[in-house]
């Protein structure tokens, strides 16, 4: 079993930046591929990014692209989102999620999930 624990959430005015860190425990993710997904009050869960364990090759959901960058610390077992020029509409709960393998993530292939951390931009 893998736990994933996020972190670095809160409150940032628009044009802001926030960092979150996803540390997992229980077993290695080195061979996962991790990504975030979030999800708004009244919205689906919907994707944000990933990066695989091999190439290291990262998919940007397009609301997000130019403005979010993943990366990870296989020697630390962790997972970042680094998020700049933050929007309202970014506003959400986070999720870190993690998938054996090196497909992209999708929510049906997700193997592990985290409890989310709130996002809050204002504007």
């Known amino acids: 079993q893998v736990q994933l624990v996020e972190s670095g959430g809160g409150l940032v005015q628009a044009g802001g930046s926030l960092r979150l860190a996803c540390a997992a425990s229980?077993?290695?993710?080195?061979?996962?591929?991790m990504g975030w997904f979030r999800q708004a009050p009244g919205k689906e869960r919907e994707f944000v990014a990933d990066?695989?364990?091999?190439?290291?090759?990262?998919v940007y959901g397009g609301s997000v692209k130019g403005r979010f960058t993943i990366s990870r610390d296989n020697a630390k077992n962790t997972v970042y989102l680094q998020m700049n020029s933050l929007k309202s509409e970014d506003t959400a709960v986070y999720y870190c999620?993690?998938?054996?393998?090196?497909?992209?993530?999708?929510?049906?292939?997700?193997?592990?999930w985290g409890q989310g951390t709130q996002v809050t931009v204002s504007s």
């Open positions: 999620a993690g998938g054996a393998g090196s497909r992209s993530l999708e929510q049906r292939t997700v193997d592990y």
């Open positions: 229980g077993r290695t993710v080195s061979s996962y591929t």
């Open positions: 990066i695989s364990w091999g190439f290291l090759r990262t």
